[in-house]
């Protein structure tokens, strides 16, 4: 066979280089709630402050300045901050804010509040008058009341957080009460919500350790208490931000 009538075969196909590794899709972390204020260099100066401002709040006013400033640390875990403890220097914006929220928290209480009220009255009357009818009455209205509270209570458990979210990543009063996007939000997120619910059980727990130190750490681990479920329920949006296109 004569060269000229060799053909060569065809050249390989290029080869494709391989697809990029996928990011791995960051998931709910357990314990940096918990840890999270250790790792700011000047985290005992801001518990103390806020201890105080805890203490404060049996005079009501302080719970504005920790509920600003507990919306500060939330929007820094949204944002992915690495240190999201702010300092303490901007007293008035945080009771700005916190009053926003302080007024979230009675629209929500309020009428729970009421109708407690509408049901103990009429059944504290009634028992304390001698006759056993009027007796079984008020006790069977005060366990309708008791039937009443409790699931009132653990929906309000559920509910209430995302809805402080809200009013807090959007700075407005009115998310709060945004109920088919807040319902919306816990249905999609359900998982890390539920994870939330179960980290702010625990602090709860913790907050209360320091009765042991003559209730006077109770002042500053209450407020530690808050920074960790803040922190919880931070993650969650940050994480739902995470996986919207």
């Not at 009421?114 to 009357?125: E, R, V």
């Not at 009115?174 to 702010?200: C, D, H, P, T």
Request: charged share 10%.
């Amino acid at each position: 066979m004569s060269d000229a009538q060799y053909i060569p075969p065809p050249p390989p196909p290029p080869t494709l280089p391989p697809p990029p590794a996928a990011s791995p899709v960051p998931q709910f972390d357990f314990a940096k709630p918990f840890t999270y204020v250790f790792d700011d260099p000047r985290w005992l100066q801001k518990i103390l402050i806020g201890g105080l401002f805890y203490l404060a709040g049996f005079l009501i006013i302080g719970w504005f300045f920790i509920f600003g400033y507990l919306a500060r640390v939330t929007r820094n875990v949204i944002a992915g901050a690495q240190t999201p403890l702010p300092e303490w220097d901007d007293l008035g914006s945080f009771f700005n804010e916190g009053l926003r929220l302080f007024g979230v928290l009675l629209v929500y209480i309020v009428p729970m509040i009421g109708l407690a009220l509408m049901i103990m009255i009429p059944a504290g009357i009634l028992g304390s008058i001698e006759n056993e009818g009027l007796n079984a009455l008020g006790s069977g209205m005060a366990g309708c009341l008791s039937c009443l509270i409790v699931p009132i209570s653990i929906a309000m458990m559920i509910f209430l957080p995302a809805s402080l979210l809200f009013a807090v990543r959007e700075e407005r009063f009115g998310a709060a009460f945004e109920f088919g996007r807040i319902w919306a939000f816990i249905r999609a997120n359900v998982g890390n919500y539920l994870l939330a619910v179960v980290v702010y059980l625990i602090a709860r727990f913790l907050g209360g350790f320091g009765i042991a130190l003559l209730c006077v750490g109770v002042i500053f681990t209450g407020f530690w208490s808050f920074l960790i479920t803040v922190h919880a329920f931070a993650q969650v949006a940050r994480l739902a931000n995470h996986r919207t296109p």
